[in-house]
């Protein structure tokens, strides 16, 4: 009954979906205030009825109620409970379902925190935003419904794919998701703006804020995804450049270039037909990206098992987004105004310049990814395009870009001063050198672009806080007073230093683990020993253990660190037995930055395991630099500057804006 | 510098950068490409030059694979031709015979396909889509193990 009604009211959705696809839309038009105003309470409804839906399909699989063909195809009775909450968006219906549920989510957080957005504004914004919301619901109901029925339930289910029984799917796919959609948001936005023909002052407010919002949940997402890949799948890779990775760095990507774009636009009114453009294709490659993962055009580890009816309707969704959005903006964008000139030297031109790496750097990405299949329904010729191309494509446009981060901030608005800027990176260069040299001496294998690209991992995170240092003037004041003065700078200087210096922490991680990683492969009875980067790991048993839904080998090693410190580490051979599938958990110790990484191949019955090692260098900085990164989008986000609905200060109280002006 | 002649030097080096990019990408699909092959276009067609990386795809044979330690060795086929394969390493969980694989790799001296990479399915349901392809392509393909 409940499922029923979960059903029902996905239906229900979908109505009110279609009257506010229309009505807010039509009554801006006419200005109707009624009918622009008819969407706070469809907005709101809706929300309410995709969520009571999503909690019917949660409740179906809280009680393992398999004769919801869902339920049994992804789930398992003898599951612990976090992974019968998780499982529910561990398949393509579910997951959808939760992609709509966000959608909704977002359109009631704009209709709740929009009160005083022009009423013009919102009702084309929630119109637009029910656009997308109807097409999803329309693919649900129509290729992907979770509710379906069995004639006779089984008695058990089939369990979820073991790969995906893990604490990551709780989190993962949730970030990621309110990343992607988030940026629906800004597209809503950019249409609207489109729509009525002009931005005002409201939409450069507004745009800013929710980039960074979608922003940080898209790095959160992403950050997450790589760790958990890195620990689940037993290859000891953090990226792949898998077809399916692309689709969730390319948003990332855009959305970067847009947080930086809209910077521009909301404090000196000019870029802002590009942002409207860019905000169009962020949201065109969260598209993108679902159309890739769920059509059955890709072979990966994330592709859902599909028909050719979902990819097609998923295509047409796509076509009809992108192209009309893209239309409309060649129609419209003319009327936009724009303004605010300034130099090739100066803060606009640093973020202009980021752009245009930024989106390069995308366009190669996206080339890569969609070549191959283009390729092969064009000529049937057959290809992969992976990390060798992307590492020589992506990593040259990246560089350049990063050497150029910490001179951005330090640059004034309209027209800055290079060489004032660069006198304030002494530091930085310092300590960039410092590192090259440090790292040429004190190694011997490491290839000279290598320690380049070290020197520029410090370059950049000193020079994250160059700005800072600058604004509390640390060199004239000394620390005490500079402390005091770094407390009052605003949230996103803070946010800009934190989100740069992760960068280069990030940076430092991928090079490290590059170039000092290392590996060992050996085939094992138990008592023998291998070592690895001074740890001896010696191989103590080998124990079957039965655990609820599989039974697993468990290996023990003793393990002794070079400085004598002795511990033990146990990855296992799993074997589920709904699924027939074996998987293999890793078993990770940390030391400092660095782990020591432990995944097994095959276990014979004669007790002779082959075991993989690596020591990752400096690995964990990968995602370290991640965290460096979301902080510093939460902190610009607390901005009170920033913050939407909050009035502006006033200009007296905030004396470090004027100091901007004419640093 | 007139400001015209400011906008031309922007304008330049927007062109530059793209032109750059475009260049990257060019030359990443001269060299950085890898093809897919079948058996048959390996053993009876020689498409790929010795030493060029390629991936190939197909069944694993039954009773074809031998272990020495860390190092395989098994029998690509597309039920045409066949290929042995040399890999060392761990293979993946869901290597199995009879079971689809793509290898990648290059073909030694003694034609013989030495891999680096060796990628099986990801779950029960899964096949990689090159070795379905090339398996229907030769009429070999049955629709029985679709889940359900």
Do not use: C
Not at chain 1, 53 to 62: C, P
Not at chain 1, 154 to 163: F, M, Q, R, S, T
Not at chain 1, 324 to 350: H, Q
Not at chain 1, 478 to 492: D, E, T
């Amino acid at each position: 009954m409940i499922v029923e009604l979960g059903h029902f009211t996905l239906i229900l959705a979908l109505a009110l979906a279609a009257v506010q696809s229309i009505l807010p839309i039509v009554g801006a038009k006419i200005g109707n205030v009624n009918l622009m105003r008819s969407a706070n309470q469809t907005s709101m409804m809706m929300t309410v009825m995709i969520a009571f839906s999503f909690g019917a399909l949660t409740w179906a699989y809280v009680n393992s109620d398999f004769s919801v063909l869902n339920v049994w195809q992804n789930s398992h009775s003898l599951q612990p409970l976090l992974y019968k909450y998780t499982s529910v968006w561990g398949n393509h219906e579910g997951s959808l379902l939760l992609w709509v549920l966000i959608l909704a989510f977002f359109a009631s957080l704009v209709t709740v925190f929009g009160r005083n957005l022009p009423p013009v504004l919102k009702a084309n914004v929630l119109g637009v935003q029910a656009w997308i919301l109807f097409a999803f619901l329309l693919f649900i109901l129509f290729t992907s419904n979770p509710f379906e029925r069995m004639p006779n339930a089984p008695l058990e289910g089939k369990d979820l794919n073991p790969i995906l029984q893990d604490i990551g799917l709780a989190i993962h796919p949730p970030f990621l998701y309110l990343g992607y959609v988030g940026f629906s948001v800004t597209f809503s936005f950019a249409m609207a703006a489109l729509i009525s023909g002009r931005i005002d002052a409201a939409w450069a407010r507004w745009v800013r804020p929710w980039t960074l919002i979608a922003w940080i949940f898209l790095t959160a997402g992403i950050s997450m995804g790589s760790y958990w890949a890195y620990y689940e799948l037993g290859w000891g890779g953090w990226w792949f450049w898998d077809p399916v990775e692309n689709a969730s760095f390319m948003p990332w990507l855009a959305g970067t270039a847009l947080l930086h774009s809209a910077l521009v636009m909301e404090k000196r009114e000019a870029l802002k037909i590009w942002t409207v453009l860019l905000a169009i294709v962020t949201f065109s490659m969260s598209l993108l990206g679902a159309f890739l993962v769920r059509s059955g055009v890709l072979t990966s580890v994330h592709a859902f098992a599909t028909d050719p009816e979902r990819g097609l309707f998923l295509l047409v969704i796509l076509i009809a987004f992108i192209g009309g959005s893209l239309t409309l903006f060649v129609m419209r964008a003319g009327m936009l105004k724009t303004g605010g000139l300034f130099a090739p030297i100066s803060r606009e031109g640093a973020l202009v310049l980021n752009n245009l790496f930024l989106s390069a750097a995308l366009a190669t990405v996206l080339f890569g990814t969609l070549y191959p299949l283009l390729l092969e329904s064009v000529t049937g010729t057959k290809i992969s395009v992976g990390a060798p191309f992307f590492n020589l494509t992506f990593g040259p446009l990246m560089l350049p870009l990063l050497f150029a981060v910490p001179f951005g901030p330090l640059l004034a608005w309209k027209r800055g001063d290079l060489y004032a800027a660069m006198s304030r990176l002494y530091l930085a260069a310092g300590a960039a050198l410092l590192a090259v040299i440090i790292t040429l001496a004190f190694t011997t294998d490491t290839p000279i672009l290598a320690a380049l690209v070290i020197g520029l991992a410090f370059w950049l995170m000193v020079g994250a806080f160059a700005e800072i240092a600058t604004r509390t003037g640390l060199r004239k004041n000394g620390i005490s007073k500079a402390f005091a003065r770094a407390r009052g700078l605003p949230g996103s200087i803070w946010g800009t230093a934190f989100a740069h210096f992760g960068l280069g922490v990030t940076l430092m991680g991928i090079v490290a683990v590059s170039v000092y990683e290392k590996e060992v492969i050996v085939s094992m009875n138990p008592g023998d020993s291998a070592t690895i980067s001074g740890y001896e790991l010696t191989l103590k048993s080998i124990e079957p253990r039965r655990i609820a839904n599989y039974t697993e080998d468990v290996l023990t090693f003793d393990v002794v660190s070079p400085s004598g410190e002795k511990f033990t580490m146990a990855p296992t051979k799993r074997f589920y037995t709904a699924r027939q599938m074996p998987t293999t958990e890793s078993a990770i110790y940390t030391s400092g930055f660095s782990q020591l990484y432990i995944s097994l191949g095959e276990v014979t019955d004669n007790k002779t395991a082959i075991v993989r090692m690596w020591w990752k260098t400096q690995i964990t900085l990968i995602w370290a630099g991640t965290i460096f990164m979301i902080f510093g989008g939460l902190l610009s986000l607390a901005d009170r500057r920033l913050r939407v609905g909050a009035p502006k200060p006033a200009k007296t109280k905030k004396p470090s804006g004027r100091q901007q002006a004419n640093a | 510098m007139t400001r015209k002649q400011k906008r031309l030097a922007g304008l330049g080096f927007i062109a530059a950068v793209l032109s750059g990019a475009v260049g990257l990408v060019l030359v990443g699909l001269r060299d950085e490409i890898v093809f897919f092959y079948t058996p048959t276009e390996i053993v009876e067609e020689s498409k790929a030059a010795q030493g060029q990386r390629f991936r190939i795809g197909g069944l694993v044979k039954e009773d074809s694979l031998q272990k020495q330690g860390t190092t395989v060795s098994f029998i690509i086929t597309d039920t045409n031709s066949d290929l042995t394969v040399n890999y060392t390493g761990i293979l993946p969980d869901l290597f199995k015979e009879g079971q689809g694989v793509v290898a990648e790799g290059t073909m030694n001296s003694a034609l013989v396909f030495v891999a680096d990479t060796v990628l099986a399915k990801h779950d029960e349901n899964y096949m990689p889509k090159e070795v379905t392809d090339s398996l229907k392509e030769q009429g070999y393909w049955q629709e029985d193990n679709k889940g359900s």
